[in-house]
């Protein structure tokens, strides 16, 4: 799981939406599990926070809440406001799960605060790897000659 963790960490790029923060995008391994920390500011500390799927947050199915009680099933959000993040964490993750998620904030009056993120769930192992992945990278930035 750690490792799971690092390699979200390490290969996964962040967005800014307003005040919330996460990745844009994340591969992962049909069976696996992933825990997806989600970053908010100050002002959203006792705000509901929702994790949904959809294309838009606009049009999303809010899949889990910082507010209900959750099973230990397929799904389940955490908020740690003492550290301002929320911890969404999917299992079991089937090549169907690949689709946009949103990470939001409810607020009363206005359009909530959310950022995205592109969940790929891919079968069999995983094409990159840590080193094939810098290899690429350092390739990729090496000056190219004309």
């Not at 947050?57 to 406001?81: H, I, N």
């Not at 969940?119 to 290899?135: A, C, P, R, W």
């Amino acid at each position: 799981m750690a490792l799971i963790f690092f390699l979200l960490i390490f290969f996964a790029e962040l967005s800014e939406n307003n005040s919330m923060e996460m990745f844009r995008y994340l591969r992962a391994q049909s069976g696996e599990s992933v825990t997806v920390p989600c970053f908010y500011d100050l002002e959203y500390k006792h705000h509901v926070k929702y994790w949904c799927k959809g294309f838009t947050r606009s049009s999303c199915t809010v899949m889990a809440r910082s507010d209900s009680t959750q099973a230990e099933g397929k799904m389940s959000v955490t908020d740690d406001p003492a550290h301002l993040v929320i911890l969404v964490t999917m299992r079991d993750l089937q090549v169907k799960d690949t689709d946009w998620y949103w990470c939001g904030a409810e607020i009363s009056g206005a359009v909530d605060d959310s950022a995205c993120l592109y969940l790929n769930v891919v079968s069999g192992k995983m094409m990159i790897h840590f080193y094939d992945f810098m290899t690429n990278i350092s390739d990729f930035l090496k000056p190219q000659s004309t």
